[in-house]
Every structure is written in C-alpha cells, then in structure tokens.
C-alpha cells in the first residue's frame, strides 16, 4: 500500500521548515555556487496572499516550496524542493497543487517561477504539469529558465460564483 503526500501551508519558521530550506539552499550552493538562497528571505511569505507549503509522506517532511506575491495578479513559486530519497514520488506536484489552490483563493490568476539550466529534470516537471515559458522577469542572471501557469476557475467554482451573485 502506497502512501500519500499531504501538502499544505505550513509555519516557515517551524523546525522542519527551517531544515528543508537549509537542505535545498545547500544543494543549490553546490548547484550553483553561493549560499544557494536565490534571494529568498523568510519575511518573503511573511506577508498577505503568501504562504510556505510543507509536503508530508506519513508525518515526515519530504519537500517544500513557497508562494509570494509578485504583483496583484501574479504569485512567484519559490523554494521548490523535494528530498532526494523521495523525488519521482509525487511530492513536487503535490506542493505545486497546494500553490495553485492556495494562488487562486488569494485571487492570483498566474504563477510565475524560475528555475536554473542544471535543473533540467525540474524544467520538466514544470512544463509537464502546465507551465509554459516566458522571459526572465526577475534577476539579472542569463541562465534562468522562466516560466508561468494560467490559472482558470473550473467550470464548478464559476457556476457556483455566479450563482451566488444571482
């Protein structure tokens, strides 16, 4: 029987937080060079129509990634991650699912995200499950691969919108 990955906005200052952004600032360091935090602060989520999402496989924390605002209409995804002993488990999606209901119930319509070339399997990812790229739209590095996803209310939520203004 095959668990399940919850995913859900979680205290970014939590201990199990704190170590999933010390394990990927490590990795991307490596990746990269530098302290491997892309900019990224705390108080970056600290914020309205913000949140930090922890992904969980039986209570453990396997994976994380971040949501905060760009403008009134766009919500950057950052801090994505997953452990390495549970890549290709569906942890990633799961916290992409999470940003994107999250994004919509905050009132964004787009998700915009950057990613680096040595990451190709996370280029993937994204353009797997609906983000198609743009430019750079943040940053003044060449290498960066932007990308951004559409969000469009389901036909459901619409209908029931509608109805409740009627």
């Known amino acids: 029987m095959s668990s399940i990955v919850l995913a859900a906005a ?3 200052r939590s201990k199990d937080s704190e170590l999933l952004i010390k394990e990927l600032s490590e990795e991307l360091g490596l990746l990269y060079g530098g302290d491997g935090t892309a900019g990224f602060q705390l108080s970056d989520v600290e914020r309205p ?3 930090f999402i ?3 496989l039986d209570g453990y924390p396997v994976g994380c990634g971040a949501i905060r605002p760009l403008d009134e209409t766009s919500v950057e995804v950052k801090r994505m991650f997953t452990r390495s002993n549970f890549r290709r488990k569906g942890v990633a999606q799961a916290i992409l699912a999470e940003a994107e209901r999250l994004a919509l119930a905050f009132g964004y319509t787009n998700l915009k995200l950057q990613t680096g070339p040595k990451q190709p399997e996370a280029a993937a990812l994204y ?3 609906g983000y198609y790229r743009i430019p750079i739209f943040h940053g003044d590095w060449d290498q960066v691969l932007a990308y951004q996803k559409d969000l469009v209310l389901s036909a459901a939520h619409r209908n029931e919108h509608s109805s409740l203004n009627a």
């Open 54 to 56: 922890v992904a969980r």
């Open 10 to 12: 979680e205290d970014i």
């Open 127 to 129: 353009e797997r499950v």
């Open 49 to 51: 129509r913000a949140a």
